[in-house]
């Protein structure tokens, strides 16, 4: 696995807070869910997680969807018609990293609004949203990424969210929050998921991120927005039998896991404010959340280089652009391993030929 000599015996895995694995008690509440068919609309451990998201997001229903993707292109279907249009940021998830979804399952055209940090405001939307007009498509629904991936981690301040939705709905529109990060956006502002969700006629929330869960997220909103939901979930292929072994996992990431995020944000803040000092390493975004990313000089080489290299060193990052690295903090990342990490990534900055990809 690792070729240097003093490199962790165990890879400190940063790619993502998707690669947590389940802990013995979320294993142990597993095994002994009770569970039924959820398609016949009888397993009660689905339900239950259900009732709570629902509760959580201040929202009427809720329903259980394999994956963050289908959480928000159900949610996409659900809301538009084929020839609609969804304002979204150019760097959105929805965008960059959902396969062109919203053309292939939904029919729609997506309208980019740019600016800092995957953020826009609410005069953006004023000039994005078409006129109603026989000719252009019909705008019908805005997305928000709180928090922003390729942001940085970045959270959209409450007000922002406040403004851009008020806007959004002045002209008719519907407000999606794509919100797989929004508890990492809770545990930065101090704000509830409700406090973000009244601002948006669905949101989403992803279980298998930083909560730990092996798989999972859920869409929240009105009722009859969340049969919609329902149904294209069944239509995508997201509906799932004994899913309650899932369901009870993401229960018990809700019970234990959401008041520990802010390790993952003291930790995040370490790395970077590390990085920072490592000659020929720069950290581009303010670390706001649990994401640091890291921008390589070319004299090291390429980010996937450099990542190789750290490889190496058993510290694991994925490159995210040719010259930009990207480490993510969370529930299997200790502070110890952080300190452990940096020395791996200094070393790399600096022994860039030792790495094999070179
Ligand atoms: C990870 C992620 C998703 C999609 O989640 P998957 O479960 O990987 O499909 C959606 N939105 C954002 C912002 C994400 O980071």
């Known amino acids: 696995m690792s070729t240097i000599p003093g490199a962790p015996s165990i890879p400190i895995d940063l790619r993502s807070d998707t690669v947590t694995r389940p802990t013995a008690a979320m294993r142990r509440v597993m095994a002994e869910a009770v569970v039924g068919d959820d398609v016949l609309g009888d397993d009660p451990t689905v339900t239950r997680l259900q009732e709570r998201v629902a509760e959580i997001m201040g929202k009427e229903a809720a329903c259980f969807v394999p994956s963050g993707t289908m959480a928000n292109q159900a949610s996409i279907r659900a809301q538009t018609e084929p020839g609609d249009e969804v304002i979204a940021h150019e760097g959105s998830h929805i ?3 959902e396969t062109g979804a919203p053309a292939a399952l939904s029919g729609v055209m997506v309208r980019t609004a740019a600016g800092p940090r995957g953020l826009f405001d609410a005069d953006q ?6 006129p109603d007009s026989d000719h252009s498509p019909r705008t019908r629904l805005v997305v928000i990424e709180n928090t922003q991936n390729r942001g940085g981690g970045a959270v959209w301040p409450l007000d922002q969210v406040r403004r851009v939705s008020q806007r ?8 999606h929050l794509d919100g797989a990060r929004l508890w990492n956006a809770c545990a930065a502002t101090g704000h509830s998921p409700a406090e973000f969700a009244r601002h ?15 798989a999972g997220s ?11 939901v329902f149904r294209f979930r069944k239509m995508f292929g997201g509906a799932m ?5 899932l369901a009870a996992a993401a229960l018990h990431a809700l019970d234990h896991h959401i008041d520990r995020l802010h390790e993952d944000h003291e930790n995040a803040a370490r790395l970077g404010a590390g990085v920072a000092n490592i000659p020929g390493l720069a950290v581009p975004l303010p670390v706001e959340t649990n ?18 290299s750290l490889r190496e060193r058993g510290v694991w990052m994925l490159p995210t652009a040719p010259q930009r690295a990207r480490a993510v903090c969370h529930l299997d990342v200790s502070r110890a391993m952080i300190d452990i990490a940096l020395a791996a990534i200094e070393s790399a900055a600096r022994a860039p030929m030792l790495s094999g990809a070179r």
């Open 291 to 308: 994401m640091v990313f890291i921008d390589v000089d070319r004299s090291i080489g390429t980010a996937a280089e450099f990542c190789a």
């Open 241 to 245: 039998r004994q899913s309650g072994i």
């Open 200 to 214: 948006a006629d669905t949101v989403s929330c992803c279980f298998s991120k930083g909560l730990g869960a092996p």
């Open 95 to 97: 965008i960059n990293y």
């Open 125 to 130: 939307v004023d000039g994005l949203a078409r």
């Open 168 to 175: 959004a709905r002045g002209l008719g529109l519907r407000v």
């Open 218 to 228: 859920a869409v929240s909103g009105d009722k009859a927005t969340i049969a919609r």
